[in-house]
């Protein structure tokens, strides 16, 4: 063959390869990101797969990271953190690359992994420091030193073999309360997916001798205040039957959880990482919790995770609405950016009231408008709540969602199952 033959046949297999490398649609990539930096992961999902043909594949692998992680799957979201990070690196500048470690470093939290997670956050603010605004440094330096103290602390673990049903009860607070045992020491926690962590008062972690951290973290709270925290872990923790080893704690000063106006001191809080490693819990309406010791199939997905905090689809008339999920609030309530979606009609319906925000914190006083009426869909599951507030503060926590789902709506049926392994909540 000669050899210009040979030229021409490499240069149009060349050709080939180039055109059949999928490129990227600007707009499908725009709406995409706008997706995603709006938390809307049901949606992103959705247009992703509509769109593949439309992505490279090092974007496709992208918005995936994102996807997975959402919906509790942390090891295969890694996974494609590290094909991006060792064959698509030239396609990620630093700020990109800072994003995809921050999710990797999320996800080893969820794993319990808390050393990896501390070498990311440390990584993050010695290679990448000057992609950081002060507020994204100030968080990653809490954040590494919170999670540093534990990260010679092996993962945690549950030891779960069967059913399991917990005594537990509603006080008179209606607090979900549950037993648990460190020790020789019994005590009763409130139960809360709210609660991002674990807490336990500075007195009540003395009494359990748990072990204390001198580390000094701020913890963000419902009101927005910064409350400054000690850390300790409890070794070995029984909640009911089941037992869990290595847990994390908050450690709050007392006064920060004791309210002398109403009587009632809370001595600790059994947050999400415990409970989501539960896999499945059923919350029925005279205060009883059931575990099963398998987790039953659901098809659908209706719940995500954004950082710590699970969230919920739901239906209210035309709007497909996204709400946290916190069985630790008395009240459903609608947010700011619910209020900014909807101004002209809150504005029309609502009335303007003064209400008390409380938590773990303390008190303050807000601004808030209240609605009547309110339909709520949650899967096949109708209810409407006869008022509903509408708070004119912006909190971190649902900044990109459109409500806090409380007991209001929980107590409307007879039982409340929640499904971290399906990533589903339902009722019966």
Wanted: charged residues 25%.
């Amino acid at each position: 063959m000669k050899k210009n033959q040979i030229l021409v046949i490499l240069t149009l297999i060349a050709t080939f390869v180039s055109c059949t490398k999928k490129t990227t649609n600007k707009i499908v990539e725009d709406k995409l990101n706008f997706l995603l930096e709006q938390k809307n992961y049901f949606q992103l999902q959705d247009e992703l797969f509509k769109n593949l043909n439309e992505l490279s594949d090092d974007r496709i692998l992208y918005y995936n990271v994102f996807i997975n992680k959402a919906f509790g799957q942390w090891e295969k979201s890694n996974h494609e953190i590290e094909i991006l990070l060792n064959k698509h690196k030239q396609a990620l500048n630093d700020s990109l690359t800072v994003k995809l470690l921050d999710v990797q470093a999320s996800n080893y939290l969820f794993l319990y992994e808390y050393k990896k997670a501390t070498k990311i956050y440390n990584d993050i603010l010695t290679t990448y420091k000057k992609v950081l605004d002060s507020a994204d440094l100030e968080n990653y330096k809490n954040t590494k030193n919170l999670f540093g103290t534990f990260s010679d602390v092996n993962q945690q673990k549950m030891h779960k073999a069967k059913d399991v049903t917990l005594k537990s009860y509603r006080n008179k607070f209606n607090h979900l309360m549950i037993p648990v045992k460190v020790d020789t020491v019994n005590e009763d926690f409130i139960f809360d997916t709210g609660a991002n962590l674990s807490t336990i008062s500075e007195s009540q972690a003395k009494k359990m001798k748990l072990k204390l951290f001198e580390q000094i973290v701020d913890i963000g709270s419902s009101t927005q205040k910064d409350v400054q925290s000690k850390l300790a872990l409890a070794d070995s923790l029984y909640v009911g039957d089941i037992l869990f080893e290595n847990v994390l704690f908050i450690v709050m000063p007392d006064s920060q959880l004791t309210f002398p106006q109403i009587n009632y001191a809370i001595k600790g809080i059994i947050g999400f990482p415990v409970i989501n490693q539960l896999d499945e819990v059923h919350l029925h309406k005279d205060g009883k919790i059931f575990i099963p010791g398998a987790a039953l199939k659901k098809t659908e997905k209706n719940m995500f995770f954004e950082g710590l905090n699970p969230v919920v689809r739901l239906f209210s008339k035309s709007d497909t609405l996204l709400f946290t999920f916190d069985t630790g609030a008395k009240n459903t309530e609608l947010s700011f950016k619910y209020y900014k979606d909807h101004k002209l009609d809150v504005e029309k319906k609502g009335i303007m009231q003064t209400n008390q925000r409380g938590g773990a914190g303390g008190k303050v006083e807000v601004k808030e408008y209240m609605l009547s009426n309110f339909p709520i869909q949650i899967g096949q599951h109708k209810t409407s709540l006869d008022k509903i507030p509408v708070t004119l503060e912006e909190y971190d926590f649902n900044k990109y969602f459109d409500g806090n789902l409380g007991q209001d709506v929980f107590l409307k049926f007879d039982t409340l199952i929640i499904s971290f392994k399906n990533m589903n909540i339902d009722f019966k």
